[in-house]
T-cell receptor, first 115, second 114 residues
Framework: DAGITQSPRHKVTETGTPVTLRCHQT?????MYWYRQDPGHGLRLIHY???????DKGEVSDGYSVSRSKTEDFLLTLESATSSQTSVYFC??????????????FGPGTRLTVT | AQSVTQLGSHVSVSEGALVLLRCNYS??????LFWYVQYPNQGLQLLLK??????LVKGINGFEAEFKKSETSFHLTKPSAHMSDAAEYFC????????????FGKGTKLTVNP
């Protein structure tokens, strides 16, 4: 299994509070991604990073921000959590240019509940 | 708009029967195509991928998929279902044929009956 960890694995928070989810990889892959998974919607890309300090928006980026100060860490922040952000969040990594180009490897997920 | 459609949000088969999970995409340019599997309370695991080599792709656990450009399809099959195949399956597409970004279908949950 690819070395990807996510923390926390479960979190319950109240509406209006800030929340930060962390993704940590030990594979030295250049690209990192944050997705959310909701029933009936599959996985939707929130933000992604193509290098340290290089990030871009995905299809559902409103209400989320990201930061990547080191190759191995990619943080997802909900500045003011809302109930619509209750979801399971997955981090993924990929490494363009090699034999595994375009393959994304996923972390175990973080289940976030906003009450 | 570029999209990925998985026909059937739930598919049920008997153990030993053929598994067929359907995936269609909308694009005039052949994309790169992937199937992922997700077991309960786990992340996604890559089953197989098509990146413009052989159109019939073999993956792990006995699964295979065939890219059909004329039908814009990439259906996943397995000749004989096993109880351990029960999971949710996602088709994913890299529309820019080299973009690292993937668009996922909504998933098909496979149930295998004894």
């Amino acid at each position: 299994d690819a070395g990807i960890t996510q923390s926390p694995r479960h979190k319950v928070t109240e509406t209006g509070t800030p929340v930060t989810l962390r993704c940590h990889q030990t594979e030295n892959h250049r690209y990192m991604y944050w997705y959310r998974q909701d029933p009936g919607h599959g996985l939707r890309l929130i933000h992604y990073s193509y290098g340290v300090k290089d990030t871009d928006k995905g299809e559902v980026s409103d209400g989320y921000s990201v930061s990547r100060s080191k190759t191995e860490d990619f943080l997802l922040t909900l500045e003011s959590a809302t109930s619509s952000q209750t979801s399971v969040y997955f981090c993924a990594i990929s490494d363009p240019g090699g034999a595994t180009s375009y393959e994304q490897y996923f972390g175990p997920g973080t289940r976030l509940t906003v009450t | 708009a570029q999209s990925v459609t998985q026909l059937g949000s739930h598919v049920s088969v008997s153990e030993g029967a053929l598994v067929l999970l359907r995936c269609n995409y909308s694009s005039s340019v052949p994309p790169y195509l992937f199937w992922y599997v997700q077991y309960p309370n786990q992340g996604l695991q890559l089953l197989l991928k098509y990146t413009s080599a052989a159109t019939l792709v073999k993956g792990i656990n006995g699964f295979e998929a065939e890219f059909k450009k004329s039908e814009t399809s990439f259906h996943l099959t397995k000749p004989s279902a096993h109880m351990s195949d029960a999971a949710e399956y996602f088709c994913a597409v890299s529309f820019q044929g080299g973009s690292e970004k993937l668009v996922f279908g909504k998933g098909t949950k496979l149930t295998v009956n004894p």
